[in-house]
């Protein structure tokens, strides 16, 4: 299956900074990618669709100004969490979507971001 | 009504055993189903595309009932490496650009 690729898998930042998680689509070419949050003990959460070429679409309740998405090129997308609180430490994970027609994705391997 | 709900377990089984996963989803026109499964702190990886007819693979057994908008997984002769989350997600878009809807999982530990 196709390899998709997440930087950093963890990183610990101190409240107000700003994150950058970069997710790659290594043997594949991505004009769409997923990116998605998981709390603790609950399901995963589709923040954002990321378009390559176009802005991203936005779920309800996901601000926009906070979560930066930017699709720069068919292999990558980039969420960058502004000004971070403790409230955003998340399981933060990344899909593309594959060829298949029943729509399978292919997930990265997840960033843990916890906000001190 | 949650738009995909399962049992959140856990199971606790021993080696050996059958253990069955129940899900049930409020879209009926969802597209497709599929079974994820997702080990502790890892991303979550396919398990199996659920068909219409049902499907097998290996010790594992999908099976799908449009009408009652409900999916099963069926593991038989659990092992221990089969201890994880194991998600029902339900692609609500239908089209490449789909919305995959998961399930808060169902917790297996295979003891033994």
């Known amino acids: 299956g196709a390899v998709v690729s997440q930087h950093p898998s963890r990183v610990i930042c101190k409240s107000g900074t700003s994150v950058k998680i970069e997710c790659r689509s290594l043997?594949?070419?991505?004009?769409?990618m997923f990116w998605y949050r998981q709390f603790p003990k609950q399901s995963l959460m589709l923040m954002a669709t990321?378009?390559?070429?176009?802005?991203?679409?936005?779920e309800q309740g996901v601000e926009k100004d906070k979560f930066l998405i930017n699709h720069a090129s068919l292999t990558l997308s980039t969420l960058t969490v502004t000004s971070a609180h403790p409230e955003d430490s998340s399981f933060y994970i990344c899909?593309?979507?594959?060829?298949?027609?029943?729509?399978?994705?292919?997930f990265g391997p997840g960033t843990r971001l916890t906000v001190l | 009504r949650k738009e995909v709900e399962q049992d959140p377990g856990p199971f606790n089984v021993p080696e050996g055993a059958t253990v069955a996963f129940n899900c049930t989803y409020s879209?009926?026109?969802?597209?497709?189903f599929f079974w994820y499964r997702q080990d502790c702190r890892k991303e979550p990886k396919l398990l199996m595309s659920?068909?219409?007819s049902g499907n097998e693979d290996g010790r594992f057994t999908a099976q799908l009932n449009r009408a009652s908008q409900y999916i099963s997984l069926l593991i038989r002769d659990s092992k221990l490496s089969d201890s994880a989350t194991y998600l029902c997600?339900?692609?609500?878009?239908?089209?490449?650009?789909?919305?995959?809807?998961f399930g808060k999982g169902t917790k297996l530990s295979v003891k033994p």
């Open positions: 899909s593309a979507p594959g060829a298949s027609s029943y729509n399978e994705q292919f």
């Open positions: 043997d594949f070419q991505a004009t769409t």
């Open positions: 990321s378009n390559e070429g176009s802005k991203a679409t936005y």
């Open positions: 879209n009926s026109a969802s597209q497709s």
């Open positions: 659920v068909y219409s």
């Open positions: 997600v339900v692609n609500i878009g239908g089209g490449s650009q789909g919305n995959l809807i």
